[in-house]
């Protein structure tokens, strides 16, 4: 066994491969037509029983329709009529949009609501915004009940079909207003993926784009690491469309016999929520971006490709910052390499931007705990994981029979949202990419502030997430601004072997003459891993983060009312706190250990007013030989080094 560090794992043989398109100016774009085909819908049966609305299943056939199970969306096969079809445009072998045409289905869906039905059975589609992914889905008198957009798309190799995955299935303006409430416009109920066959193609005018066509894979080395940073993908001229959002995908009340929906007096449903997350390469170097259990591929040798992660913070009316929720991690699996005109491959290229939308983000096939998966050196160890626990190369056949809707998802309580439990509380949403060998960690890491609120509809309820202000970093840096912080304020960002950590604090004089000492630690990407094996039957034997967080005080300091707050509800999992003659120190109990992108809250009180000292974090499963310290505000009244219980700080 060993330990892992954050040291670069770099590729053997770094190669530099071009794909050598010639550029633009000497390309003729290709119209291509389709005819026929199908549209598959994919419903999230926990968006839609809230809501509610049900579909009509008379008539379908097991081949036509599957129903939800096990955390899996209900699925419904379509046809598209041969008379119907829609133009694409390609240059090269990149795909620049659907231009123009409108396809009708035969046999398409039909919903039940409160108030009567919405007949889909002969529904059209057209692309808006063209050229585009976007899609409108419409009736014969025009309205728009649905519409799609944020895909995976690509030809196959031969042309013979166009296709279109992992669309986010948004509830139109027509479905809204028949709901009673028209703040569920664009609201996500489900993702959806069209497969079209070409029926023909011709030379076309000349695209509007002037982007060099050359794409390299020039794969990571100790002088070019990788640069992937998020961005807000904001009515995107290729992919067309809304803005980047936040979905609730469904709020659940905890039964013996399941999940019930929740109701419009409910405080202690579950309120899952998946955002749409793009990033764009920023780099030189192409990115490894291959799915789980694809054949051991460079630059790695393995299936490498990044991973996503979201969480959700409150900041209370007494200024209070914490952690309520967080997602598994999901795995990425496909590169579209959009906004670059360079081909979709199992890399995303320099200058490319990716995007996965929300409904994917929330379908079970690629999430997974987060200690599966070490952080700063973006490593997965298959082997003993919940898709391969038995190391055989391949998906466990049983893994989707435990997963329920709510396993590996961002779950809050309402009550933790509900504006009457929480006055004057604002909430920040924050998500970041995992990327292997990537130069700054906090590249890939964004946050948005949100307004959670809950809403009736006819015969249900809504919860949504409002996204506003988007901002790279971390969600703490908004509680505290590390690069202007107030006199009574620090937020300072530490770098270690094994990844990076934050300590924000804040400090307040009260009423009564005392301090309240506030402290935020942020857990970015540390992991002090043992593993065994090698890539790519890696095996995470364990993956603790900090186990102990100790802070320098004077004797008179006086400490009281303390206080600890992680994201979840569970009291044994809490840390504890002691004093000793110069120090307040929190333990974790055994195996809680302060993980990878969490934040835990640590609140007191204090008789002194705050100094410059330092204050001390211990690695999980090192005894006391792995200590880190960090500059922070600490109650003693002189500038302080603070001693550990076994011998002196360690930088």
């Known amino acids: 066994m060993r330990s892992s560090s954050h040291t670069p794992i770099w590729p053997i043989g770094l190669a530099l491969f071009w794909l050598s398109e010639t550029s633009l100016s000497q390309q003729t774009p290709v119209q291509m037509q389709t005819a026929g085909g199908t549209l598959t819908w994919a419903l999230n049966p926990g968006a839609m029983a809230s809501l509610p609305i049900t579909l009509d299943t008379n008539g379908f056939t097991t081949a036509r329709f599957t129903p939800a199970h096990a955390g899996r969306y209900a699925t419904l096969i379509t046809h598209i009529a041969q008379t119907s079809s829609l133009n694409v445009t390609r ?51 025009g309205k728009i009940w649905a519409s799609l957009d944020h895909p ?22 027509a479905l809204a207003s028949a709901l009673g409430n028209q703040a569920l416009t664009s609201e996500v109920i489900g993702s959806a993926s069209l497969n079209l066959p070409i029926v023909s193609k011709h030379a076309a005018a000349p695209s509007l784009s002037t982007v060099d066509r050359r794409c390299s894979l020039d794969w990571p080395s100790p002088t070019n690491r990788v640069d992937l940073k998020m961005i807000l993908l904001d009515h995107d001229p290729e992919l067309g469309g809304l803005m980047d959002s936040i979905t609730v995908m469904r709020c659940g009340i905890s039964t013996v016999s399941g999940y019930q929906p929740c109701t419009s007096t409910s405080t202690e449903g579950w309120v899952v929520m998946a955002p749409d997350a793009t990033v764009k390469n920023v780099g030189t170097t192409a990115i490894a971006w291959h799915p789980m259990f694809s054949p051991p591929t460079p630059p790695y040798n393995n299936d490498q490709h990044p991973f996503l992660v979201w969480n959700l913070y409150r900041i209370d009316g007494d200024g209070t910052f914490r952690q309520i929720g967080r997602s598994g991690v999901k795995h990425a699996y496909y590169a579209d390499n959009f906004s670059c005109s360079c081909t979709a491959q199992s890399a995303a290229y320099p200058q490319c931007e990716e995007t996965y939308a929300a ?77 292997r060998d990537q130069s700054d960690p906090e590249h890939t890491i964004a946050h948005r502030w949100v307004t959670p609120s809950k809403s009736v509809t006819k015969g249900g309820i809504h919860w949504s997430i409002t996204p506003k202000s988007f901002g790279n ?42 301090y309240r000492y506030d402290y935020a630690v942020l857990n970015e990407d540390f992991a002090h891993s043992i593993t065994s094996g090698v890539e790519s039957n890696l095996r995470i034997v364990s993956a603790g983060g900090f186990d102990q967080f100790q802070i320098p005080m004077s004797a008179n300091g006086d400490l009281s009312d303390f206080r600890f707050a992680d994201a979840d509800e569970d009291s044994s999992k809490d840390w504890t706190s002691s004093l000793s003659r110069d120090a307040l120190v929190w333990h974790a109990p055994t195996g809680m250990s302060l993980e990878w992108s969490n934040v835990y809250t640590f609140s007191f009180t204090a008789a002194v007013k705050p100094a410059f000292g330092q204050v001390v974090l211990r690695a999980a499963q090192s005894g006391d030989s792995v200590i880190y310290t960090a500059e922070a505000l600490v109650p003693t009244s002189a500038q302080s080094t603070l001693k550990t219980e076994r011998g002196a700080s360690k930088p």
């Open 91 to 141: 240059i090269g072998r990149h795909v620049e949009g659907i231009s123009g045409g409108v396809i009708e289905l035969h046999d398409g869906p039909r919903f039940l609501i409160p108030d009567g039905e919405v007949d889909l059975r002969l529904a059209r589609l057209k692309v808006e915004n063209p050229p585009s992914f976007a899609l409108a889905i419409f009736d014969r008198s």
């Open 359 to 435: 409904g994917t983000n929330d379908t079970p096939n690629s999430l997974g705990p987060r200690n599966e998966v070490i952080p700063a050196t973006g490593q997965w160890g298959r082997c003993g994981s919940i898709f391969d626990p038995d190391c055989t190369g391949h998906l466990d056949v049983h893994y989707f029979e435990h997963d329920d809707g709510y396993r590996h998802r961002l779950a809050v309580r309402e009550r933790d949202l509900l504006p009457v439990s929480n006055p004057d509380a604002r909430y920040l949403f924050e998500y970041e990419y995992v990327v």
């Open 473 to 514: 970093g971390p969600a703490i840096n908004e509680w505290v601004d590390p690069a202007h912080p107030a006199s009574d304020s620090m937020n300072v960002r530490t770098s270690t072997p094994y990844g990076y950590f934050r300590v924000a604090v804040r400090t307040i004089r009260l009423p009564t003459g005392r």
């Open 152 to 173: 995976h798309y690509n030809l196959t190799a031969d042309d013979h079909e166009f296709w279109m995955k992992d669309l986010d299935l948004h509830i139109g303006p």
